[in-house]
């Protein structure tokens, strides 16, 4: 697969014996390419290869606690996605998108200014048999949504801005994080709670598998 082998080249001109397996989402069917658990558990990184990492970060290599717990929120309530056009913003592994594709959305589009996490949404969505659609730039389109999707994207404070943009692109808007306390926005709701785990495990404290979802206030 051309699409896995791009894949595996940038990830291992950042950490050079890094490879990729395929590793399934708990309480769901999906699958994605990410990096190995082997690689997490064994590797000292040492500092060239920590700010290679810190220089281009490979979101899309793990599938991230809050996008995981949306994907299980989404199959486990297709109704949420069901024949409605989605847009996911900040992609990375585009766990979610497919999760709405699977579910039943009309449409889906997955979104990352990052060129190599598209790479691989490509990649994951021809493992899950999901069809989706790539956008690159999130303000070169004028597209209205029945919905669009984020998850994990609040560790970058300068993403908010964007939650006040995101009312006026879609009917509505859902949510996950798990890095924000005491989140609080006037246009979104707390949805409900979730636990879950970052893929592979990072081991992270507990309070980044307490999952949080909002909704837009209508």
Known sequence: ????????????????DAVLEVQQVAGTTIRLWLISPNNMQQKIFDSVEIMRILQQPPYWCFCWSSGAALCQKILQNPELVANKRILDFGAGSGCVGIAASLAGAKEVTVCDLDPVALQACRANAQLN?????????????????????AADILYDRDNFSWLDVFPSKADHVLLADSRVKNFQHKQYQLLATMESETLPDLLEPSEFRNVKLYQTVH
Not at 1 to 16: A, C, E, F, R, W
Not at 133 to 149: C, E, G, R, S
Request: aromatic content about 10%; glycine content about 2%; overall charge negative.
């Open 1 to 16: 697969m051309k699409i896995l082998d791009s894949l595996t080249n940038y990830l291992q001109s950042i950490v050079p």
């Open 129 to 149: 048999g999901a069809k989706l659609n790539y956008l690159a730039d999130f303000t070169m389109t004028d597209d209205h949504y029945d919905l669009i999707v």
